[in-house]
């Protein structure tokens, strides 16, 4: 985080303390002197959450502000957990801004906690043609099937890089597939095209066309962390914690991004290698500027938000404000 981020974090954090030790009224935990339990989505083996959870720093930050961190076994997307957050058994996940704008659309209750722009946009997301299919451009989507998973980052990235050339959005046939689905179906030729981000995207790479990426579409869908809304509205001094603690990570694996792989596992099913690794490690090694949410993105979550309203993927005009968190309390 720069320095003037770093300084208005800290001036919440002071603002914040007193609020620690009195759960919200209404909370589950309002009166009972018990923390509050804060069900975050596991991190797998990789990235600054993986470390978190290996050296405790995050549960740390937690109780310090009178939280409980509770890992809960979720999917990589957050499309894919939206289900586990409709159902309560989840309150924290990485995203960006097409998932949550299409997931509050569908009224799902969440606000954007933190932003991770980084300094230089990945490569490590794009839409790739299936080998072949014939397809070497975006223009040649036309008529065909592209995998997305609807209302994410997949959708928004296909339908950008759609407007950008001028191609109507109902041209393309847009399969909704969720990451993890989206592997065999581009294996095995069931779609032309895909979608995608992180390592799918890395998969699809390696024998694919890619077409297009974050960085040669200039995309404006960062990074992001949500919190369920009741929680970060009745504790924001929570949302402070969570962001200052990823703020000293993520500048700890742009020094040292090694040590932000096979945390857990150095071999093994989730264990990344040889091209993986690579992949992933070059994507490490990129500074991120972590900070709450502000007028700046309020303006790049617009955007995102008129594309899809554009699309048709949401049916109603939405305030880029009701998306994002107030950790002023």
């Known amino acids: ?87 309560g058994q989840l309150d924290v996940a990485n995203a960006a801004f097409a998932p949550i704008a299409g997931a509050t659309a569908k009224g799902l209750p969440v606000k954007i906690v933190s932003v991770q722009r980084r300094e230089v946009l990945t490569e490590n997301a794009g839409i790739v043609a299936a080998p072949g299919s014939g397809i070497e451009t975006i223009e040649d989507l036309v008529g065909r099937r592209v995998a997305v998973n609807a209302g994410g980052k997949g959708e928004y990235l296909l339908l950008d890089a759609l407007e950008q050339v001028g191609i109507p959005f109902d041209a393309v046939e847009r399969v909704a597939l969720q990451p993890s689905d989206g592997v065999a179906a581009f294996a095995s030729g069931q779609i032309d095209a895909w979608s995608t981000f992180s390592d799918y995207f890395a998969q699809a790479a390696r024998t694919g066309t890619v077409l297009a990426t974050e960085r040669s579409l200039d995309a404006v869908d960062d990074n992001v962390y949500a919190f369920r809304s009741e929680l970060i509205d009745a504790h924001p001094e929570i949302g402070v914690a969570f962001v200052e603690t990823l703020q000293e990570l993520l500048d700890r694996q742009h020094e040292d991004p090694e040590a932000f792989l096979n945390v857990f596992e150095k071999s093994g099913p989730t264990a990344l290698v040889g091209d993986a690794y690579e992949n992933e490690l070059r994507e490490l090694q990129g500074r991120y500027e972590v900070h709450v949410p502000g007028p700046a993105d309020a303006e790049r979550l617009q955007r995102v938000l008129d594309l899809f309203r554009r699309a048709g993927v949401i049916q109603t005009d939405l305030d880029p404000w009701d998306l994002l968190a107030d950790l002023d309390g």
């Open 1 to 87: 985080m720069r320095a003037a981020g770093a300084v208005a974090l800290a001036a919440l954090a002071l603002t914040l303390a007193g609020c620690a030790a009195a759960p919200a009224a209404g909370d589950p935990a309002a009166g009972s002197g018990e923390p509050v339990v804060v069900r975050v989505n596991d991190p797998g083996n990789q990235g600054p959450l993986a470390v978190a959870k290996k050296t405790g720093e995050l549960a740390e930050a937690f109780a310090e502000v009178g939280a409980e961190l509770e890992w809960v076994d979720g999917e990589y997307a957050f499309t894919a957990n939206v289900p586990l957050f409709n159902a």
